[in-house]
C-alpha cells in the first residue's frame, strides 16, 4: 500500500451531513478521481410523488461545493416558492423542499420512470455539478430503514428524523429490503480496489449499518486496512440523534 496519501485510492462510506463533510475535505487531499463515496439510501422514500434520496443529495451537493453551509443539507442560496404555494394549500410541508432541491428530484424522478438506475441517475448529476468524486448509492434496489418506536409505531427514517424532530424513543431499528438485494455495481469493487477505506463519522445506526448489511460489504471490508470516525465525543453527538439512540437501544 502507497504510504503517499494524496495519491492513495480512497474509499468512503457515508450518510448525510457528517459523512458529506469528511468526505469534502478527503476530496480536498487527494488526487482527483481517487476518491470513492459509497452512500446510504436507506433514508431514500417517495414525496410528492418524487423520488428523494437525501443523504445522496446531500453528499453530492457538498462535494460540488453548492451545499447550504449553514444547514449542512439543501441548496445554498435556494428559494421556496414552492414549498410556500403547497402551505397555502394545507399540503404536508414538514419535509424542506427548496425549488432549486426540486428540480433535482424531478429529474431524478423523470430518469428512473425512463429505466435508468439510481446509480447511472448519480453519476450523471456529479458530472453535470462538476464532482470528481466517485458516488456510489449502496444499492439500486429499494431498501428502506424504519424505526419501530417505545410505543409500537413504525416510522420510516425521515418521518422521525425530520417531521418527529427524533422525539420518539427508539426500540429497534428495522431494514426493509427485497430478498436478493445487493450493492450497487461497482460498490465491491470499489472497495477491493481502495488501499484504504474509511467509515466517515455518520450515524452508525441508520446511515452506516445499511451498508454494512448488504451481502459482501463486510467480508470486503475485512481484507482492507479501515479506519472509522466517530460521530460521538464524549458521549454527544456533534450533530443528529446517534448518541440519543445508542442510550435507548442500550
Known sequence: MTTDFKVMRVTALAGGVG???????LQLVLAPGNLTVIVNTGDDFEHFGL???????????TLAGIADAEHGWGLQGESWNVLTALKALSAPTWFQLGDRDLATHMERTRLLKAGWSLSQVTEHFCRL?????????????????????????????QEYFVREHCEPAVA??????????????QVLASIEAADLVVICPSNPWVSIDPILALPGIVPALKKKPVIAVSPIIQGKTVKGPAAKMARELG
Do not use: N
Request: glycine fraction near 8%.
Open 19 to 25: 459523512g458529506a463533510k469528511l468526505a469534502r475535505g
Open 51 to 61: 423520488a428523494i434520496s437525501p443523504d445522496v443529495d446531500t453528499v453530492c451537493y
Open 129 to 157: 455539478w462538476g464532482v470528481p468524486t466517485h458516488v456510489l448509492p449502496m444499492s439500486d434496489q429499494a431498501f428502506r430503514t424504519l424505526i419501530c418506536t417505545q410505543t409500537g409505531e413504525l416510522l420510516a427514517f
Open 172 to 185: 429497534e431499528i428495522i431494514f426493509q429490503h427485497a430478498e436478493g438485494i445487493s450493492p450497487a455495481p
